[in-house]
């Protein structure tokens, strides 16, 4: 390992960039003496790019950038991006409040090559705490250029993880990974023409993904005889909650309010709220219905080779002893069961937050809570043992804690400020102390700390016994595949 002369630490060390810790970097950019470094181990910035399909939107408004909802003023805003590119004109012309999914890709991508902090190709391999006198330390990191298998150390004060999360593969696809024919919708883009000479394809999955990929095969296999299937667990092709109010959920307000709810309802409330994170849009399921539509005009509805049926699990899925695949269907209100046979299958199966293996050497100090997930403060700080005094903080890994608005792109720059203020000690950024009309609670109503009523729990095998007191975290007493709605 190269050994440079000592460099003083940085303020705060950033692994991963994503949008949230390159909203973090563009946030922190302008603030005189703060010294931050942000690491990503890909050699450049790629937002979803097996998702970039033609025609596909994003689900938050332009002003879900990296800084505008926080300082619209701050130079890495979208505006200035598109003044930049001399785009202005007719982005105003175009009036779109929805952006390309392609064009927010190459804004970030525009910011993430010009930010200084931001350094590409260089993948924190590890991850220390280093104590010092007087219970104050660093954290040391372990540094390895992609390119040239050059090793470096640097230290930080405080680090924040941004590493994303990754793509789901269910239990009941465990025999199909790593075949050809199956894949997750994360490497859509770039496994489709592997999807060549199937003559019938299943998507599987309910959200946004599924929608948008079953959509582009319906644009692709127009009147080639190609059947394509779309399964979901849910129930119905339910659109995402769009209303001005159920918007609210997205706010710094209804955050703080999820975050004080004792934890087993807080899992059941993730759940039972999949309709505002996890559906597709109502645009997407209206152009799916405007195709069938048109591709029927003149025949039966049931000529076209299309198959969608909602309420229905996968419960085994296998190679087929003749080729193909073999899914083990059964469908949740009848009850009854299926063996359907098909070529390929694309899984829109969502993502989960996963620990990055450069934290296992600051495991043993984490305060994990009891299903092995970090315990988060409203600073969005984990909970640390008392011998790590530096601030370990996370984007997008506490669903958990601080509710549906997580992985939203809306609340990103929110998250950010937030983090910012609490790593600087001081102001940086003025928040706003009410964002929402909506008052999610009662007047004064306090979360009551005790028993859980049963009701409320999640359906999990890890739900407390009817004795189990629920009571607050210590840092309770001291808010980001898909990305983005």
Same mark, same amino acid.
């Given at each position: 390992?190269?050994?440079?002369?000592?460099?003083?630490?940085?303020?705060?060390?950033?692994?991963?960039?994503?949008?949230?810790?390159?909203?973090?970097?563009?946030?922190?950019?302008?603030?005189?003496?703060?010294?931050?470094?942000?690491?990503?181990?890909?050699?450049?910035?790629?937002?979803?790019?097996?998702?970039?399909?033609?025609?596909?939107?994003?689900?938050?408004?332009?002003?879900?950038?990296?800084?505008?909802?926080?300082?619209?003023?701050?130079?890495?805003?979208?505006?200035?991006?598109?003044?930049?590119?001399?785009?202005?004109?007719?982005?105003?012309?175009?009036?779109?409040?929805?952006?390309?999914?392609?064009?927010?890709?190459?804004?970030?991508?525009?910011?993430?090559?010009?930010?200084?902090?931001?350094?590409?190709?260089?993948?924190?391999?590890?991850?220390?705490?280093?104590?010092?006198?007087?219970?104050?330390?660093?954290?040391?990191?372990?540094?390895?250029?992609?390119?040239?298998?050059?090793?470096?150390?640097?230290?930080?004060?405080?680090?924040?993880?941004?590493?994303?999360?990754?793509?789901?593969?269910?239990?009941?696809?465990?025999?199909?990974?790593?075949?050809?024919?199956?894949?997750?919708?994360?490497?859509?883009?770039?496994?489709?023409?592997?999807?060549?000479?199937?003559?019938?394809?299943?998507?599987?999955?309910?959200?946004?993904?599924?929608?948008?990929?079953?959509?582009?095969?319906?644009?692709?296999?127009?009147?080639?005889?190609?059947?394509?299937?779309?399964?979901?667990?849910?129930?119905?092709?339910?659109?995402?909650?769009?209303?001005?109010?159920?918007?609210?959920?997205?706010?710094?307000?209804?955050?703080?309010?999820?975050?004080?709810?004792?934890?087993?309802?807080?899992?059941?409330?993730?759940?039972?709220?999949?309709?505002?994170?996890?559906?597709?849009?109502?645009?997407?399921?209206?152009?799916?219905?405007?195709?069938?539509?048109?591709?029927?005009?003149?025949?039966?509805?049931?000529?076209?080779?299309?198959?969608?049926?909602?309420?229905?699990?996968?419960?085994?899925?296998?190679?087929?002893?003749?080729?193909?695949?073999?899914?083990?269907?059964?469908?949740?209100?009848?009850?009854?069961?299926?063996?359907?046979?098909?070529?390929?299958?694309?899984?829109?199966?969502?993502?989960?937050?996963?620990?990055?293996?450069?934290?296992?050497?600051?495991?043993?100090?984490?305060?994990?809570?009891?299903?092995?997930?970090?315990?988060?403060?409203?600073?969005?700080?984990?909970?640390?043992?008392?011998?790590?005094?530096?601030?370990?903080?996370?984007?997008?890994?506490?669903?958990?804690?601080?509710?549906?608005?997580?992985?939203?792109?809306?609340?990103?720059?929110?998250?950010?400020?937030?983090?910012?203020?609490?790593?600087?000690?001081?102001?940086?950024?003025?928040?706003?102390?009410?964002?929402?009309? %909506?008052?999610? *609670? &009662?007047?004064?109503?306090? $979360? /009551? @700390?005790? +028993?859980?009523?049963?009701?409320? =729990?999640?359906? %999990?095998?890890? *739900? &407390?016994?009817?004795?189990? $007191? /629920? @009571?607050? +975290?210590?840092?309770?007493?001291? =808010?980001?595949? %898909?990305?983005?709605?």
């Amino acid at each position: 390992m190269d050994t440079p002369a000592p460099q003083p630490p940085y303020d705060l060390l950033g692994v991963g960039i994503g949008p949230f810790n390159l909203s973090l970097a563009a946030l922190a950019d302008p603030v005189p003496g703060l010294r931050t470094l942000f690491c990503d181990q890909r050699p450049e910035f790629r937002w979803h790019p097996g998702m970039l399909v033609d025609g596909a939107r994003m689900q938050v408004p332009f002003l879900a950038d990296l800084v505008s909802l926080v300082d619209p003023t701050n130079p890495w805003s979208f505006l200035n991006y598109l003044r930049e590119q001399d785009r202005l004109f007719p982005f105003y012309f175009a009036e779109r409040f929805h952006l390309p999914r392609r064009e927010y890709d190459h804004y970030c991508r525009w910011a993430a090559e010009r930010l200084d902090s931001c350094r590409f190709g260089t993948e924190v391999t590890a991850l220390h705490w280093v104590a010092g006198p007087g219970g104050g330390g660093l954290f040391r990191a372990e540094l390895t250029d992609t390119a040239t298998g050059r090793r470096t150390e640097v230290h930080a004060r405080n680090l924040a993880l941004g590493v994303g999360t990754r793509p789901v593969l269910p239990e009941a696809f465990t025999a199909l990974d790593g075949h050809p024919h199956a894949f997750h919708s994360a490497d859509y883009l770039d496994r489709r023409d592997d999807l060549a000479g199937a003559r019938d394809i299943t998507v599987i999955g309910s959200g946004q993904s599924g929608a948008e990929v079953f959509l582009d095969l319906l644009r692709r296999h127009e009147g080639d005889g190609v059947r394509l299937r779309w399964l979901t667990r849910t129930r119905a092709l339910a659109p995402m909650e769009y209303s001005k109010l159920g918007l609210e959920h997205f706010t710094p307000d209804y955050t703080r309010y999820f975050h004080s709810l004792p934890e087993p309802v807080r899992d059941a409330l993730v759940s039972a709220q999949w309709q505002l994170h996890k559906a597709a849009s109502a645009e997407t399921l209206a152009e799916i219905h405007d195709h069938l539509y048109e591709r029927t005009i003149g025949a039966p509805i049931d000529t076209a080779p299309v198959e969608i049926t909602p309420g229905t699990a996968v419960t085994e899925a296998r190679p087929g002893p003749c080729g193909g695949l073999e899914l083990r269907c059964r469908h949740a209100d009848s009850g009854s069961e299926r063996l359907l046979r098909t070529d390929a299958v694309v899984l829109a199966t969502g993502y989960r937050a996963a620990r990055p293996a450069a934290l296992e050497p600051l495991a043993r100090l984490i305060d994990w809570d009891r299903d092995g997930r970090y315990r988060v403060d409203l600073d969005h700080r984990v909970a640390t043992r008392p011998e790590l005094t530096g601030g370990l903080y996370v984007q997008n890994a506490e669903l958990h804690t601080h509710g549906v608005g997580t992985p939203d792109l809306g609340l990103g720059a929110h998250r950010a400020a937030v983090i910012l203020n609490a790593v600087t000690g001081r102001t940086v950024q003025r928040l706003p102390t009410r964002t929402a009309w %909506t008052g999610f *609670a &009662p007047p004064g109503a306090v $979360p /009551v @700390v005790g +028993r859980t009523p049963a009701a409320e =729990r999640p359906p %999990t095998e890890h *739900a &407390p016994t009817e004795s189990t $007191p /629920v @009571v607050p +975290r210590p840092q309770e007493l001291t =808010r980001a595949a %898909t990305a983005g709605r």
